[in-house]
């Protein structure tokens, strides 16, 4: 079984200041990670991906996260918000099956970014 | 290209019409998903489509339909909904090869109003 926990339902940051937005994860084995960004009545856009290669992967819009095993972490960063950013943030876990994926999703942190 | 298009952008239905929903995909993918987010929530999933066979149905009530007339088109059919069903259906897609996992591209959305 998978699981994913967001750890702030709401971050609120000012622009031009660094955003850290959080996730742990739950998995019985070696798991695939994604992190989706949704703006508002918008569909969701894919971030960035972890599966197994490097640790710190590098996303759109400079966003970035680490896979910490040792922590079951998957956070996501970026150095300077811009307010372009104020969405919804969601961490998502797949398994794959025999060829489709099922996606586990955390509740969600939304991004506030003031100017 | 990694469009997943979705038509209509807005719909409102009473309860007894019958509508369709319509996704569509140029990307080769061979599994498309259904999914329903109501406001404030992460997406649910609803059906999967696995090389256009039904794969999962999340015991979605038989008012909702879907249909996978080929590996580019994915329908939902919609008759005799509730006002509860009213939500955001975002349709993905995916690639299948192997065991390795795909993330999933999301469509805009159908915001779907039922009075």
């Known amino acids: 079984a998978q699981s994913v926990t967001q750890l702030d339902s709401h971050v609120s940051v000012s622009e031009g200041t660094p955003v850290l937005l959080r996730c742990n994860y739950s998995s019985s084995y070696s798991p695939s990670l994604f992190w989706y960004v949704q703006h508002p009545n918008k569909g969701l856009q894919l971030l960035l991906k972890?599966?197994?290669?490097?640790?710190l992967v590098k996303g759109i819009n400079g966003f970035e996260a680490e896979f910490k095993k040792s922590e079951t972490s998957f956070h996501l960063t970026k150095p300077s918000a811009h307010m372009s950013d104020a969405a919804e943030y969601f961490c998502?876990?797949?398994?794959?099956?025999?060829?489709?994926?099922?996606?586990?999703f955390g509740k969600g942190t939304m991004l506030l970014v003031s100017p | 290209d990694t469009e997943v298009t979705q038509t209509p952008k807005h719909l409102v239905m009473g309860m007894t019409n019958k509508k369709s929903l319509k996704c569509e995909q140029h990307?080769?993918?061979?599994?498309m998903y259904w999914y329903k987010q109501k406001a404030k929530k992460p997406p649910e999933l609803m059906f999967v489509y696995s090389y256009e066979k039904l794969s999962i149905n999340e015991s979605v009530p038989s008012r909702f339909s879907p249909e996978c007339p080929n590996s580019s088109l994915l329908n939902l059919h919609l008759h005799a909904l509730q006002p509860e069903d009213s939500a955001l259906y975002l349709c993905?897609?995916?690639?299948?090869?192997?065991?390795?996992?795909?993330?999933?591209?999301f469509g805009p959305g159908t915001r779907l109003t039922v009075t």
């Open positions: 990307m080769g993918h061979r599994a």
């Open positions: 972890y599966t197994s290669a490097a640790t």
């Open positions: 993905a897609s995916s690639q299948i090869r192997g065991t390795q996992t795909y993330e999933q591209y």
């Open positions: 998502v876990v797949s398994a794959q099956n025999s060829g489709y994926s099922t996606l586990t």
